[in-house]
């Protein structure tokens, strides 16, 4: 069920840009907060449903657990989700009750259905927010992909992770070939693959790479995984020290902006694999299967004769029938066409592509609030996480629900 009042509203209280993890943690908070904000805010995302991404992106690499522990979740409750869980304890995962998938996702179904969310969906996509100020205070209109417009007083950005990053000599290849033979691991459905007898060469040393690597292999393909530095293995991709004081005390206290992103990519440092993952490949590898290639960077690929002929910076030459990328997103808000007026109307400070934002995760001089990767500046480097959902609906609620913390008074 989606919103079903025709036609939209002229006017709305919030919108929320994105129907993903972050957006249902801000909805869940917010409520939680304060249940007369319901009805007072509509989600816009283009699929009409709530984590429609995420469960796809689930499915396609068939990822059987999530990387995080169970207090992770949408729900204000941090043990909401063990409780839904007593009935099912074998998919809670060790060693720190990691939810299964399904559960999961069984999880944030019960949740969006008990809070009647699906009804706040508007099953469209924001093309562009332009924001409108009359008698010193500003608005948005949000204008939607089928033409249509709504005014805002407030916005949250909850989009999610930015671009496929493409590494350069993907830009160079010359030479004509199938799309399919190379996609990034978004496009990437194993379900819908037969790969018997196929060479698959996948770039990127992250859990990502691993998960497709896994189900290339059960598929009957022979797997070439290559990193440019050595293969990391972590249990999460950022250490727990940084969902506390332990870590961010330092982090919040660094008054330089260049020198907190900087802290990030040291705290995160690339992309790494799980223990659970990294024996799955190891076994793979004792069975000839597949190979490990660690500090290997590509300089080329040229497709020829029905496959990809690649050579990395120290000469070494693969064959291989299909590249995957396994090299995650870009972060960039200048490459985010639905924010191009709000930086020319609202310009603020852009550290490698993220904004700095208030205590709020609020843009300067507007009442626009960003989520997710985006406001790692302000949350560090677990921004993108569930936790850093939790971590972003904590300093957001707030100020949607206290009138003493608006810009500007209804």
């Known amino acids: 069920m989606v919103y079903t009042s025709a036609p939209l509203p002229k006017k709305i209280n919030i919108a929320i840009i994105g129907a993903g993890p972050h957006a249902l ?24 449903q709530w984590m ?38 074998t998919e809670l995962h060790p060693p720190y009750d990691l939810p299964g998938t399904q559960l999961f996702q069984d999880f944030c179904l019960h949740l969006i259905n008990k809070q009647q969310l699906d009804q706040c969906i508007v099953p469209t996509q924001v093309t562009c927010l332009e924001p409108i100020t009359h008698m010193r205070k500003t608005h948005f209109r949000l204008w939607l992909d089928n033409g249509d417009s709504v005014m805002a007083r407030r916005v949250i950005l909850a989009t999610g992770g930015g671009n496929p990053n493409l590494p350069d000599w993907v830009n160079q290849i010359s030479t004509p070939y199938p799309q399919d033979r190379l996609c990034h691991s978004h496009d990437v459905d194993l379900r819908s693959l037969s790969l018997e007898g196929e060479r698959i060469l996948i770039v990127g040393g992250g859990l990502t ?52 992103w900087q802290m990030i990519q040291q705290a995160r440092n690339g992309g790494s694999l799980t223990p659970a993952i990294m024996m799955q490949l190891r076994r793979a590898c004792r069975k000839g299967k597949m190979s490990l290639h660690k500090q290997c960077q590509i300089v080329e690929a040229i497709w020829q004769d029905n496959s990809w002929q690649v050579r990395c910076h120290d000469g070494t030459e693969y064959q291989c029938t299909r590249i995957w990328l396994g090299t995650g997103t870009k972060l960039d808000l200048r490459a985010n066409p639905i924010l191009r007026e709000v930086l020319n109307s609202f ?20 009442e626009l609030f960003v989520m997710g990767g985006l406001a790692a500046l302000q949350l560090g480097p ?19 629900t206290k009138p003493s913390l608006a810009l500007f008074y209804s």
């Open 347 to 366: 310009p603020t400070t852009i550290v490698n592509g993220l904004p700095v934002l208030d205590a709020y995760l609020r843009w300067p001089h507007c």
């Open 209 to 260: 790479s691993g998960h497709l690597a896994v189900g290339a292999v059960a598929r009957g393909a022979q797997v070439t995984l290559m990193a440019r530095r050595d293969f990391q293995e972590k249990l999460f991709d950022a250490d727990p020290g940084w969902l506390g004081p332990k870590y961010l005390k330092e982090f919040w206290a660094e008054t330089d902006w260049q020198k907190r």
């Open 52 to 89: 429609s991404q995420w469960f796809h992106a689930f499915a396609a690499l068939e990822i059987p657990h999530l990387r995080s522990p169970a207090v992770h979740h949408p729900d204000p409750n941090p043990y909401a989700l063990r409780s839904f869980a007593e009935s099912r304890p």
């Open 382 to 400: 677990v921004a993108r996480n569930l936790s850093g959902a939790r971590m972003a609906s904590d300093r957001i609620v707030p100020a949607l």
């Open 25 to 48: 943690t801000l909805v869940a908070h917010l409520l939680q907060k304060s249940q007369k904000m319901q009805g007072k805010f509509l989600v816009f995302d283009r699929s009409g």
